[in-house]
């Protein structure tokens, strides 16, 4: 009888209605929900998050929360995050956003600080940091690569568009940097891939759209 007593109470006292957060995807034991994807567009791709397909948007940003905890969780013995790993990647939202008070409006829609920015980021500055240390600093461009793409694609496009091309020694940090860009993608998207075959991924969203698309068809 006391314990029916106590949990009448208790209901009582509970709100209406109680908002349960969605969960997008697990990785092994680890699990990211669509919150996680709300905070991630908002903090790291403001400008894009309100075009495009929102279910595409979600997906695509999903893949990378997904990317972020898979080599987070390889490389979490190898790697160490400094002070100026958060430093750099808060100041640059706080700058996208204009000011402190700006950003942490922009927290509070989560009912997150700063504490719990840094927390948040955490996986995504290891990914990065691993990137850079396998791949960036090891690819190498030669000249005569940027020389090439300079002949056949920048300088054609310019007088396509009809404006005045910039000399190859203005160009060349552009295009080396572009180069090197492609040239990561390309090697990331099949060290990734082997990385998440070690990995037990159910991509949940990816499942419940690819079911809604079978119904519509």
């Given at each position: 009888?006391f314990?029916?007593?106590?949990v ?14 969605k ?17 991630s567009?908002?903090l ?5 998050s309100?075009?495009?397909?929102e ?8 893949n ?9 969780l390889e ?7 400094t ?9 640059s ?6 000011s ?15 504490k719990d920015?840094r ?19 090891g690819?190498?461009?030669e ?24 000399s ?15 040239k ?26 690819e ?7």
């Amino acid at each position: 009888m006391f314990f029916k007593l106590i949990v009448s109470l208790l209901l009582m006292i509970q709100p209406a209605e109680i908002v349960v957060d969605k969960i997008a995807a697990v990785v092994n034991t680890e699990i990211i929900t669509v919150s996680d994807i709300d905070k991630s567009l908002l903090l790291y791709s403001p400008a894009g998050s309100s075009g495009g397909d929102e279910g595409d948007l979600y997906l695509k940003e999903l893949n990378k929360l997904i990317n972020y905890k898979v080599v987070s969780l390889e490389y979490k013995d190898q790697f160490e995050l400094t002070e100026e790993d958060f430093e750099n990647v808060q100041r640059s939202i706080i700058e996208r956003y204009g000011s402190m008070d700006d950003t942490k409006r922009i927290l509070e829609k989560f009912d997150m600080d700063l504490k719990d920015l840094r927390l948040f980021l955490t996986e995504k500055i290891f990914y990065e940091k691993v990137i850079e240390d396998k791949f960036k600093l090891g690819v190498v461009i030669e000249f005569s690569d940027i020389e090439e793409f300079y002949k056949n694609d920048y300088l054609p496009s310019r007088k396509k568009l009809g404006i005045e091309p910039k000399s190859i020694i203005e160009m060349t940090p552009v295009i080396e940097n572009f180069l090197r860009g492609k040239k990561v993608r390309k090697e990331l998207s099949q060290w990734l891939a082997g990385i998440k075959a070690s990995y037990s991924i159910k991509n949940i969203l990816s499942d419940e759209r690819e079911r809604d698309e079978e119904k519509t068809n």
